[in-house]
């Protein structure tokens, strides 16, 4: 069996979260408990609050709370929708699915705009959608964890701006590993989660709020139906943070600050170009080898792949390579092997989770250029050691 960080046995996780995590995190998340309420403790949180608004490249307001990344969506569409608001949602997968539940949960009126498994959302579409009939808001994902389709979000959320909506943009597992400028694509609201490009344990929500995002949930008609999901009782937890609302996660919450430490360390532009080449290089590896690709647009953190019997492949992956991917969701779920490649994932784990996957297929009699495809990889570090 590999090892990996040190310990036999322990899996390397090359799933679309959670990450591995590098020593420097998981030795502060060994270190005694804090008090939530002390003096180190705050001058830690208003430091990761600073560190959110440099990886969403953002001067603005910002939100972070003990959750998930759906807990972020949910405290979206809580605050900043209300009950019978025509909402446009832009549903490319799993996730973009969840979003319209949880907007209808809160009394939307959702208008669904769905594509093929694997498709991006098609901007001209949008932009035609919206010529015909207002919305208030519009929901999109940037990158579908289920199918690892990238949807281009600047573009969608200019085209959205235009006809006068309120953009909620799914970030959960693009934030620190794809190219996403907040202030400058001019986004309303966007959320991610703390266990995937930025490489910290589960347990922290991000978000960035835009002034008329504010404005609009403080200028609301009917009041938020939730006590903990109400943005605006954490906006003034943000401009105050002894201000007490609940107990948060402490030992989360500092792991992500030293996560997001090393993300400003590592430079926001140059950890997007590292995802986005590794991404390339992997795709590469993958089409040579006569391996496909589920989505027509890969993201640079995450990659589904066709196959059959996804959930013995899997095992055998993690029985014979102790790594571990993820198989597909819903109806996907033996179709699709899905491989995660963000956070602090080397060129060294890529090349052997490729290994390991070609070696499993295979082994299952498909037709795999084992060679071929490590060639293209080893090719790529030879141009990297001489450059």
Known sequence: MISHNGIKGDPLLMIPGPTNLHPRV??????P???????????????????????FKTKGNVIVFSGSGTSGMEAA?????????KVLSLETGFFGKRFSSIAEIYGA??????????SEFDPGTLDERMSKGSYDVVLMTHVETSTGVENRVKELVRIAKKHGA????????????????????????AFAGSQKAIAAPPG???????????????????????????????????????????TPSTAVLRALRVALQMVKEEGIEQR????????????????????????????????????????????KILDMHNIMVATGLANHKDDMLRIGHMGNITEEELL??????????????QNIDVAGSIGVFFDRIKVTATA
């Open 26 to 31: 998981l030795q502060v998340m060994s270190e």
């Open 33 to 55: 408990q804090l008090g939530h309420t002390g003096t180190k403790f705050y001058s830690e949180f208003v430091d990761i609050l600073d560190l959110t608004k440099y990886t």
């Open 77 to 85: 569409a809580s605050s900043a929708i209300e009950p019978g608001e």
């Open 109 to 118: 009126n959702v208008t669904k705009l769905t594509v093929p498994d694997g």
């Open 166 to 189: 309120l953009t909620i943009v799914d970030a959960v597992a693009s934030l620190g590993g794809c190219e996403l400028d907040f202030d400058d694509w001019g986004i309303d609201i």
């Open 204 to 246: 922290a929500m991000l978000m960035a709020i835009s002034e008329k995002a504010i404005q609009k949930i403080q200028n609301r008609k009917t009041p938020v139906k939730s006590y903990y999901y109400n943005l605006e009782r954490w906006m003034d937890v943000m401009k105050d943070p002894h201000i007490y609302l609940t």
């Open 272 to 315: 997007i170009r590292r995802h986005k080449e590794l991404s390339d290089l992997f795709l590469r590896s993958l089409k040579s080898a006569n391996i496909s690709i589920f989505s027509n647009r890969p993201s640079p953190t995450v990659t589904a792949i066709k196959v059959s019997n996804a959930t013995a492949i899997q095992k």
């Open 352 to 365: 052997m989770t490729l290994f390991a996957l070609l070696d499993i297929l295979k082994q299952t009699g």
